[in-house]
């Protein structure tokens, strides 16, 4: 059909035309403002924002904070797959799948743990959703580190368990506490019977004997004289024996029932703890036939604790290390240690044994939990140990695989350790400078150096300040009565503890030192023990 294009048609064509452009020029503007705010949005989102193809699993879009909080380039991220980011080789395939099915149901929020660039792993939070694009579904995930509140929620739940472990061991202790007061009292009276009975035994055996002469078949509780004659001391020792080690268990069940923190604690070393409680479990380990290797670390500082308890933690754990092992291929391995970065020491002991199930585990610091009923195990050494290293605000730790053996770790704060004191020893005989710095140095944490006449103790006192000056009265060049004259002469030195050591306690020279304000003498010849109390007294009492 003809149709004549006449100028009226070309015009409201033209006019059409024009009005639809202009609907387009409107609607393309309209989406770019709309693509411009929602790519403002998606990267001013202080969460990590991810979309990716939920059939291929390829990233397609990812905001600032996406690239800030995994560590990649846009360009690097672009590269990965959905999958690339989440931790845990097993884990991956059900949360990619979580990530889809969560989208789909419309947006869910879902936990899973995460893997940056450099490999560091984090958990985070999920929020999923889906949306079509050129036909294809398309999955959108922001994702939010909480690792901060993660770890937050852990020391909460371990708090909370503490608590509660604290309460049993509270009412643990009322229990032990009347238990062990009951016992005392008869456990009293036997210890003072004994020497009693053993006492009367000797004066009866005359009598007893002049009647077994006269009639050699009697017998005395169904005993003949000569059994009685031959085993009845030793029936008494054991007897006075067993009693005071009954003594000995309820003075550790009060100590356990007692609330206080063990306030008697001194400076000590866990090294030399260690020592001692090997000692007293050498006849336990040689029946065992157990090999014992020890990584001590002569780097671990001294600390303040009740030496009684650290021994009997660390006696509780070899004895339970023992207990685990049932083949003859055992071994315990005691280790020490200094975490410097939160200022603690740490004890380990590890053996080769059973091992524990994870149900196990959980209830190990039980009172009376003990998987040891057959081998007369009483389920209260770990718990009590648990009680002791809650005292020394320690933590008590413990790992075990089954078929594989254990691992009990005990984590000790050093903080708060005083600064170490400073002495300076003035001798001019090497061998006493030497038995003083030995003496001193095995009791406490003391930096010590040495000066073997007056000026050298001049010099010192210039560049090390000392706490206390161990002053030998006699020595050449400049003698003690000199450096004394000196100190006091000097404001700074003035107030300077001395401890004068001499061998003329009625000299002259000590007299003088005497009249300068210095009383602290120490006569020769002296043993080591008084050498400690001595400086004890001048460093600490003197501060009271």
């Known amino acids: ?55 291929t699993s390829m990233f397609e879009d990812v905001n600032v904070a996406a690239l800030n909080l995994f560590g990649y380039s846009e360009k690097e991220f672009l590269g990965l797959k959905a999958i690339d980011i989440f931790a845990g080789k097993e884990k991956k395939i059900k ?28 958990h985070g939070a ?13 999955i959108f995930g922001a994702v939010r580190d909480i690792t901060e509140k993660k770890e937050t929620e852990e020391k909460l739940r371990k708090s909370q368990e503490q608590l509660i472990q604290a309460q049993k061991l509270e009412a643990l202790g009322i229990l032990v ?61 054991d007897m006075d024996m067993a009693a005071k080690r009954v003594e000995s268990i309820v003075s550790r069940l009060k100590d356990f029932a ?60 070899i004895i339970n290390a023992i207990e685990a ?37 959980k209830k190990i610091f039980d009172p009376f939990f003990t998987r040891k009923q057959t081998k007369g195990g009483t389920g209260l050494g770990l718990s009590v140990s648990y009680s002791l290293v809650k005292a020394h605000d320690g933590e008590f730790l413990c790992t075990s695989t089954e078929g594989e053996g254990s691992l009990f770790t005990v984590n000790l704060p050093v903080a708060h350790r005083e600064k170490p004191i400073k002495i300076l020893i003035a001798d001019d005989d090497r061998a006493m400078q030497n038995l003083i710095e030995r003496g001193l140095i095995k009791e406490r944490n003391y930096i010590i150096k040495k000066a073997f006449n007056g000026t050298e103790v001049l010099v010192n006192l210039g560049i090390f300040l000392p706490d206390l000056l161990i ?13 004394c004259q000196t100190l006091i002469k000097e404001e700074k030195l003035s107030k300077m503890k001395v401890l004068i050591i001499t061998g003329s306690p009625e000299s002259e020279e000590l007299k003088k030192i005497q009249g300068f304000g210095f009383h602290n003498i120490l006569t020769k010849p002296f043993n080591l023990k008084d050498l400690v109390k001595c400086v004890d007294n001048i460093l600490f009492k003197e501060n009271l």
């Open 95 to 122: 949360a990619i799948q979580a990530a889809i099915e969560n989208g789909a149901k419309r947006n869910k929020i879902f936990f899973s743990r995460f893997v940056k660039k450099d490999g560091s792993i984090f």
């Open 471 to 483: 002053l030998d009265l006699f020595m050449p060049q400049m003698n003690g009565l000199e450096v």
């Open 177 to 237: 506490a009347g238990v062990a007061h009951e016992i005392n009292n008869p456990i009293n009276l036997i210890m003072l019977n004994v020497p009693l009975l053993k006492k009367v035994w000797h004066d009866c055996i005359p009598f007893i004997e002049k009647n077994a002469k006269l009639n050699p078949d009697i017998k005395y509780g169904g005993l003949t004289y000569d059994f009685l004659n031959e085993n009845m001391d030793q029936l008494i020792n």
């Open 258 to 317: 007692r609330k206080s923190s063990f306030i008697d604690k001194s400076e000590m070393s866990i090294n030399d703890a260690v020592n001692n409680s090997l000692r007293l479990a050498q006849s336990t380990l040689t029946k065992s036939k157990i090999a014992v290797k020890l990584n001590l670390s002569a780097e671990v500082p001294r600390f303040k604790g009740h030496l009684q308890s650290i021994e009997q933690i660390i006696l509780n754990l």
């Open 1 to 55: 059909m003809n149709r004549e294009f006449t100028n009226e048609y070309l015009q409201k064509k033209i006019g059409t035309l024009e009005k639809e452009v202009l609907s387009l020029k409107n609607a393309f503007i309209t989406l770019k403002e709309s693509e411009e705010k929602y790519r403002q949005l998606f990267e001013k989102e202080t969460d990590s924002v991810m979309v990716f193809d939920a059939e």
């Open 325 to 361: 092992i049932d083949h003859d291929r055992g071994e315990v391995i005691i280790s020490t240690g200094y975490h410097k970065k939160d200022d603690s020491i740490y004890l380990s002991v590890k053996d080769n044994g059973a091992g524990m199930a994870q149900s196990d585990l």
């Open 126 to 138: 999920i929020y999923a959703g889906s949306f079509f694009s050129k036909g294809r579904v398309k």
